[in-house]
């Protein structure tokens, strides 16, 4: 029976009499193998996340450029666009940013057409319960749980009054609240009727903030855009492949930092261990020796400072990762999120979506695993080549 | 074996069961489609950034100001007024 087993009594009645040697090294690997896990569960969460929902934006979108900097675009261009072969669902777009400045903060706007009805069908499917005479009876908005929280903070509890360029107040009703589990998406979001949102950035009729379009043969891509060139010379555009670069590159960029930093922790933690078996007066350096006195082989004594550091690496990583699982798909990474999402504007409490990259985790164990047990391995063994006299000095 | 240490191991292993079961149990599926449906209406997929107002907004949009990121950059179409 392994319970019974002499040498596992002796290594866990060992385990357990030195905690306080053990608890040290344990602790400072549980803080760093949780941190760099946190970080990589929110990269890769956010990451899956975005990526699902990118399938659902347009393949491009186009903007007017006046003098470098984008400009209200023209409505006439979604005509133009609809001439081009190959080109499908060509739709304009109103959104930007709504500065409140008594709070210094901003709220991003989107005007969407209700009248459309892809739109108004999706719209009814994310909140079953809204009713749209009842939203279209007065100018009403549908704002996320960041902004609700942000306006009843300010005494806006039904209504909010938007200031438009022409120095006049639209008062506007709050009508839904966005599900919390979408705030990652739509915390800072109100969503209102085009021509409203038209009128609080003062934007014309015939202007619109972009417009979205389809090329559903990705063979067509680059024709389509040679030919979008011809429609106007002030015009931009960017391509749905150019944001999924961005969104990996910029992850893989604050992941790697983190990464960096944990490989630094780690170098520092190992070399500390190795000092501490190498050290002529250790404690470490005194145990070898006697057990070597008592009988034991190199190959025993090798064989309990591997299941030792066996034990210490497999505890340390499995409390590291669930403290770091917990941390982040239970309470939602408060603090860490920070550093992805930013927190100089409206608080954002996400609910992110349980996402583990089991290959990055095992990497992270090996680079972990390794140099611990180099660390102890090769000065344990070191020592036990020695005469025991000589070790016990 | 000591008893401490089958303890902590059970201890270890009832933690890591319950992190297991959270994943597997996690309506992953129903979040997704409630994403998709945000971006479906506003087409907008970017996540919902805490930038301060002279920040990009969205993801991986470009900073036009290269030498000095911090600063307000010109090339933004919003609606700032004044106090």
Same mark, same amino acid.
């Given at each position: 029976m392994l319970s019974r087993s002499p040498f596992l009594y002796f290594l866990t009645l060992l385990l357990f009499k030195q905690k306080s040697k053990h608890l040290g090294i344990m602790s400072i690997s549980v803080v760093m193998i949780a941190l760099v896990s946190a970080v990589l569960f929110i990269s890769s969460s956010l990451q899956k996340t975005l990526q699902d929902t990118l399938d659902e934006q347009a393949d491009f979108t186009v903007t007017r450029i006046?003098?470098?900097?984008?400009?209200?675009?023209?409505?006439?261009?979604?005509?133009? $666009? $609809?001439? $081009?072969?190959?080109v499908s669902e060509v739709a304009p777009r109103i959104h930007g940013r709504y500065f409140y400045a008594p709070g210094e903060e901003s709220f991003l706007v989107v005007g969407i057409d209700f009248?459309?009805?892809?739109?108004?069908?999706?719209?009814? !499917?994310?909140?079953?319960?809204?009713?749209?005479k009842q939203f279209f009876a007065e100018e009403s908005m549908i704002v996320g749980e960041g902004v609700k929280d942000f306006l009843q903070k300010h005494y806006y509890k039904d209504t909010f009054s938007f200031k438009t360029p022409r120095g006049e107040f639209k008062k506007v009703k709050i009508d839904e609240v966005l599900p919390g589990s979408l705030n990652l998406l739509a915390n800072d979001m109100i969503i209102m009727p085009i021509g409203l949102a038209r009128e609080i950035f003062g934007l014309k009729e015939d202007e619109v903030t972009d417009i979205t379009f389809n090329v559903p043969n990705d063979a067509e891509w680059d024709n389509v855009i040679g030919k979008l060139h011809l429609v106007d010379y002030e015009i931009r555009v960017v391509e749905k492949r150019e944001v999924e670069k961005a969104y990996e590159n910029l992850y893989n960029y604050k992941g790697g930092i983190f990464l960096i930093l944990y490989i630094i922790a780690l170098l520092t933690l190992m070399l500390i261990l190795y000092q501490r078996y190498a050290m002529v007066y250790s404690h470490e350096r005194k145990e070898i020796g006697i057990l070597?006195?008592?009988g034991w082989s190199i190959r025993d004594i090798l064989k309990l400072k591997f299941y030792e550091t066996l034990i210490l690496v497999i505890s340390s990583f499995v409390i590291g990762t669930v403290a770091a699982y917990g941390y982040?798909?239970?309470? =939602?990474?408060?603090?860490? $999120?920070?550093?992805?999402?930013?927190?100089?504007?409206?608080?954002?409490?996400?609910?992110?979506?349980?996402?583990? !990259?089991? =290959?990055?985790?095992?990497?992270?164990?090996?680079?972990y695993a390794v140099p611990f047990f180099a660390a102890v391995l090769i000065p344990s063994w070191r020592v036990a080549v020695i005469p025991p006299k000589e070790a016990m000095r | 074996m000591i008893k401490q240490f089958i303890g902590s191991a059970a201890l270890l292993m009832l933690v890591t069961g319950m992190a297991v079961g959270h994943y597997l149990s996690a309506d992953k599926r129903s979040h997704r489609e409630a994403f998709s449906g945000v971006v479906a209406v506003t087409g907008i997929v970017s996540p919902s950034l805490s930038t301060a107002f002279y920040e990009p907004a969205f993801l991986g949009e470009k900073v036009e100001h290269p030498a000095s990121p911090q600063m307000q950059s010109l090339n933004r179409m919003e609606f700032v007024y004044a106090e």
């Open positions: 006046e003098a470098g900097r984008p400009v209200s675009t023209p409505l006439a261009w979604v005509d133009k $666009i $609809i001439e $081009i072969e190959g009248f459309d009805e892809q739109g108004s069908k999706a719209l009814q !499917s994310l909140l079953k319960g809204i009713d749209l070597r006195a008592v982040v798909f239970v309470l =939602g990474a408060p603090v860490l $999120i920070e550093i992805f999402l930013g927190g100089a504007n409206l608080e954002n409490q996400v609910q992110l979506i349980p996402e583990v !990259s089991f =290959g990055t985790l095992g990497s992270l164990f090996l680079l | -």
